[in-house]
Each structure stands twice: as structure tokens, then as C-alpha cells.
């Protein structure tokens, strides 16, 4: 079955770049129908939808993140990754890759925290 | 944005009681696009409900989803100890799509 899994520094200086890789293991990345996702859940809070990919490229963003976030996709490695610039500490969070699917997230990955500090 | 809110913030009940969770939406959720999550510690969300009925793949009967425009609710009928946990609801019907801020179920 389709697993997902995240992979990247789990610490990150203030004002540089989140660079997060999720592998997609199992299934194609190409499967279509499906959309590659972030999401992220501050410590002790809810989650927050970042934003999601199609194979071919075609990108969706949460506005109130959209001026800091590229998310893209290598299908020759089966990942998608996720960047965010000009970090701070509000973006200290648990990281998960998602499939999306038919609007839902239907398979998550475990997770990655990414902490934001000097 | 849609605004979606849970109550109660924490539900205490006991294993083999009936759990009622409730989602209000800021605005009229289209075409029922609202899905339910449960959440373990430690663990990613996991899809239990979309398009606010339909149960996911491998979900018990147990789990059932209701509701209509603004009103959604998420009922565990016979609670099981593996219950316990946090429920989030989430609407896809308009971008962006947002989550709650989740319902914690404790045993009482």
C-alpha cells in the first residue's frame, strides 16, 4: 500500500529556508486523481493546510502562506518537496505529507518537527 | 475562509457510551465537502469520514457522520477504548480548506 515519508532538517535558523522531501513509496506519484500535500500542526494546536501539487506541476497554496511556499514534484524519484523562506519561530511545527484525495487526506505520513531557533 | 468550530473542547465519557461531536461552519459548507479525522498521540491524522457521511476504507460501523450546510456531527455510538483521542473536523468544499480546532475525547 501507498506509504508516505517525510525527511529533512529538523532545525531551522531564523529568516532561512524549510526545505522538507516527502517520498512517496508503493505507489506511483503519477497515479491520477491525486494531489501531493502539506500540512503542518503547531505544537499543541491544530493543523494548518500549507498546500498541494498535481504530477504534472500544477501547484495549489494557502493564501496566508502563499508569498513564503513552493511545493514541487520529482516524479523520477517518486517525491514531492516543500520550501518555506524567511522562517520564524511561528513556523515551529510538525510537518506531515498527505495524499489528497477527492478534497480528503486519505494517507499521511508520520510527521516531521521542524524547529525554528538560533 | 471558512471558520470551523468544535464543541465541546473535551468530551469525558466512559467505554461503551455514545459520543456526539459537533463542527459549525462560518458559512454554508458546499456539496457537504466535510471530512472527520481522529488522532492518536504521537500519530499522523487519519481519514474517517468525507463528504460528511461516507465512512473511509477499514472505518468501523461504530463511526458515523451527519449534517448538513453549517451543521456537522461526528457520533462514535459504542465508545471503545482505542476511541480515545482528538477529532478533527475538516471542509474541502472552498479553498482554502481549513480544519477545526478539535474535539479531545477522554475516558471519564
Known amino acids: 500500500q501507498v506509504q508516505l515519508q517525510e525527511s529533512g532538517p529538523g532545525l531551522v535558523k531564523p529568516s532561512q529556508t524549510l526545505s522538507l522531501t516527502c517520498t512517496v513509496s508503493g505507489g506511483s506519484i503519477r497515479s491520477g486523481g491525486y494531489y501531493w500535500s502539506w500540512i503542518r500542526q503547531h505544537p499543541g494546536k491544530g493543523l494548518e493546510w500549507i498546500g498541494y501539487?498535481?504530477?504534472?506541476?500544477?501547484?495549489y497554496y494557502n493564501p496566508s502562506l502563499k508569498s513564503r511556499v513552493t511545493i514541487s514534484v520529482d516524479t523520477s524519484k517518486n517525491q514531492f518537496s516543500l520550501k518555506l523562506t524567511s522562517v520564524t519561530a511561528a513556523d515551529t511545527a510538525v510537518y506531515y505529507c498527505?495524499?489528497?484525495?477527492?478534497?480528503?487526506?486519505?494517507?499521511w505520513g508520520q510527521g516531521t518537527m521542524v524547529t525554528v531557533s538560533s | 475562509e471558512i471558520v470551523l468550530t468544535q464543541s465541546p473542547g473535551t468530551l469525558s465519557l466512559s467505554p461503551g457510551e455514545r459520543a456526539t461531536l459537533s463542527c459549525r461552519a462560518s458559512?454554508?459548507?458546499?456539496?457537504?465537502?466535510l471530512a472527520w479525522y481522529q488522532q492518536k498521540p504521537g500519530q499522523a491524522p487519519r481519514l474517517l469520514i468525507y463528504g460528511a457521511s461516507s465512512r473511509a476504507t477499514g472505518i468501523p460501523d461504530r463511526f458515523s457522520g451527519s449534517g448538513s450546510g453549517t451543521d456537522f456531527t461526528l457520533t462514535i455510538s459504542r465508545l471503545e477504548p482505542e476511541d480515545f483521542a482528538v477529532y478533527y473536523c475538516?471542509?474541502?468544499?472552498?479553498?482554502?480548506?481549513?480544519f477545526g480546532q478539535g474535539t479531545k475525547l477522554e475516558i471519564k
Open positions: 501539487i498535481y504530477y504534472s506541476g500544477s501547484t
Open positions: 498527505a495524499r489528497r484525495w477527492g478534497g480528503t487526506f486519505d494517507i
Open positions: 475538516q471542509q474541502y468544499g472552498s479553498s482554502p480548506e481549513t
Open positions: 458559512q454554508s459548507v458546499s456539496s457537504s465537502y
